[in-house]
């Protein structure tokens, strides 16, 4: 089989992949939660290396203290460490959120840009931060978001050969159409913590089974 025919049987088999998460999972929100762009911004920021359930912990009284861009680019940084310290990395992570926010206030008053370009300008974004807020702030599916769910099980529907999260996005821009790119990501992250886990896969529960080349097969470490 030549290499496109393989690209087109792999782009029509992650078609029916995501055919069948949006069954599976008909409403499936960002878990984080936040009330505006830039709340959004601080929260994906502070969910690196860390879960969703304890970053909302955290964000009701951080936004109770400091609810915008202005707030968070004058708050005192011993206070704003110790209102995040549990999320993990705290002290890098409050410096990147006031430095995000101080750039906010100079150059985009106190909004979260809507580029990519511009959002990447920020400490502490990258692409995953910034495609969460695009397609979650506004409607904006500038690319995939590829957190550890989205690697791990990309990875084992055979969908890309990389684990590096920028080669994997650039496959699963190519198989997926842009308005679905972020229900791919959001649906595959709720499927990742429900069926897909990392150690222990639940193959026999798994409606994407029949389309997956790792389904009940021993999971290599490294490799999920």
Known sequence: ????????????????ILVRLK??????PCTLN????????????????????RVNLVTPELFRRF??????????????????????FFRNKAKNIQAACTLLVKEFNGEVPRSMEQLLKLPGVARKTANVVLAHAYNINAGVTVDTHVKRLSYRLGLTDYEDPIRIERDLMRLLPQPDWENWSIRLVYHGRAICKAKNPLCGA??????CP????????GNN
């Open 1 to 16: 089989m030549s290499i496109t025919r393989k690209w087109a049987a792999k782009k029509q088999r992650a078609l029916e």
């Open 214 to 221: 790792s389904a009940a097969l021993p999971i290599i470490e």
């Open 23 to 28: 069954k599976l999972y008909l409403d499936a």
């Open 67 to 88: 609810p915008d861009a202005v707030a968070l680019a004058n708050a005192d940084l011993a206070e704003l460490e110790a209102l995040i310290r549990s999320t993990g």
């Open 34 to 53: 936040y009330a505006t762009p830039v709340q959004l911004l601080v929260a994906t920021i502070l969910s690196a290396q860390c879960t969703d359930e």
């Open 206 to 211: 798994c409606v994407l089974a029949d389309l």
